[in-house]
């Protein structure tokens, strides 16, 4: 049983950055494969970022890629996403969610453990 608890969500003006924490309680989180989801108004769930346990290799959206960081500690159990340069359009709640499978099946959102989410609102 994996336990997530996201926090560092806000209000930012567009270019600004936030970085976001995701807790996780259980002692074999160092063994899942960690990501992070949005979801806008409106919108559909999308894959934002996720780190694989081991090595650790990251994978990004495109719509993030250059700006956004994922970076994991095992040590403290914690997962970042570090964002920077942000625009309006990243404005959602910002999930992070564990899983033991692979990456490819975490970004179809097949996925046994979600956080609570925190909210990210960037304005113009």
């Known amino acids: 049983q994996v336990q997530l608890v996201e926090s560092g969500g806000g209000l930012v003006q567009a270019g600004g950055s936030l970085r976001l924490s995701c807790a996780a309680s259980?002692?074999?989180?160092?063994?899942?494969?960690v990501a992070w989801f949005r979801q806008a108004p409106g919108k559909e769930r999308e894959f934002v970022a996720a780190?694989?346990?081991?090595?650790?290799?990251?994978y990004y959206a495109d719509s993030v890629k250059g700006r956004f960081t994922i970076s994991r500690d095992n040590a403290k159990n914690t997962v970042y996403l570090q964002m920077n340069s942000l625009k309006p359009e990243d404005t959602a709640v910002y999930y992070c969610?564990?899983?033991?499978?692979?990456?490819?099946?975490?970004?179809?959102?097949?996925?046994?453990?979600w956080g609570q989410g925190t909210q990210v609102t960037v304005s113009s």
């Open positions: 780190i694989s346990w081991s090595a650790p290799l990251t």
């Open positions: 969610a564990a899983d033991p499978s692979t990456i490819a099946t975490m970004q179809r959102g097949d996925i046994d453990y």
């Open positions: 259980g002692r074999t989180f160092s063994r899942y494969n």
